[in-house]
């Protein structure tokens, strides 16, 4: 990840003016409103993300953090940046990905320190050459789809709803999908960050990780990434129907959720 200085000015420039206050001018979550929202700001230094195409525990794809800073996470006090234009937006996602990497090594070097290591450059050097690989093997992670997007019918939202249940989307979930479990009620998910975290209301019609059905199936098959929703590559891997079922009865969910 090799980003011209005078590029990174520009991000950091962009990023002071539209993102700092949320996320704090070194994407610590900490920014000055920070504290007044009910989900928080991500914390950007652990270099995890959740709404990426790739697999559970891997790095996003820089397509992904853009995809975020387009269109925002619907639900969220996340902002979609429409208006920013392709150029602003990728220089935004560069300088994402930068302030991760840099909150990476910090890190690594505190553990470093803390268990007694010498702090050299052999260890920096390792640490940085570590980062960069899981970085470079996040392409390797996309979650590739295994067939096209059958037409939807009754029949396949049919399945779906069986399927919503009989594969444990449920037990967080609900069977209705609206996210009214006991543990949800409670708060008593957490996300990597340790906040509370609620399995989502899929009759809400938001969907932070977007609404088209590519978006939903890669939700499934590759979980999301620092939550508890799981990734179901395991056990769904050779049944690609079932998981276009699954997507097909998530996506009318919202229209019953209108219904009074
Ligand atoms: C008004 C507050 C606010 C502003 C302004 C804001 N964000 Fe966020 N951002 C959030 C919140 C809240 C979340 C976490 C949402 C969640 O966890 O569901 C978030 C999450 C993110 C994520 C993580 C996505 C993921 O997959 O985990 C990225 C990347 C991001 N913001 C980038 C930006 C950038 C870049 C800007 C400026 C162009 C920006 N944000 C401006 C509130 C904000
Ligand atoms: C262990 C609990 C758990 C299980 C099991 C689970 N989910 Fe989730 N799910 C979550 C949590 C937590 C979130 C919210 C993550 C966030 O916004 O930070 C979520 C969010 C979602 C979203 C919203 C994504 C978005 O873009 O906003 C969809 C769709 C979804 N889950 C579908 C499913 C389906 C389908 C299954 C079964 C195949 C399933 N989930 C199983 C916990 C779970």
Known sequence: MMVPPEELFEG?????????ICHGAWGAGDGPVAPDLVVAPRDFR???FKFQSTFYGSKPLISDV?????????????????TLGSQAIARLARHVLWLARRGEVERELVLAAQAGEPLDGRLLAEIEETLQSAWEEASEQAVALASP??????????????????????????????????ENLRGG????????VRAADLTSGRLKGGHRPE?????????????????????????????????????????????P
Request: net charge positive; charged share 20%.
């Open 149 to 182: 997007h059958p037409e939807p019918t009754a029949d396949s939202i049919a399945r779906g709803r069986v399927a919503f249940i009989s594969r444990g989307c449920a037990k967080c979930h609900g069977p209705d999908g609206r996210g009214q479990t006991e």
């Open 66 to 82: 853009e995809r975020t800073i387009q269109h925002g996470l619907a639900g969220t006090t996340m902002p979609p940046f429409l």
């Open 12 to 20: 950091a420039k962009l990023f002071g003016k539209h993102c700092a």
């Open 215 to 259: 978006d939903v199936y890669r939700r499934i098959m590759g979980g999301i990434n620092g939550t508890p929703m799981p990734s179901f590559r395991a056990t769904l891997n050779s049944e690609p129907r079932t998981v276009w079922d699954l997507v097909d009865f998530v996506l009318q969910l919202p229209t019953i959720g209108q219904r």
């Open 189 to 196: 998910l957490r996300d990597y960050w340790g906040k509370s």
């Open 46 to 48: 652990r270099g995890v």
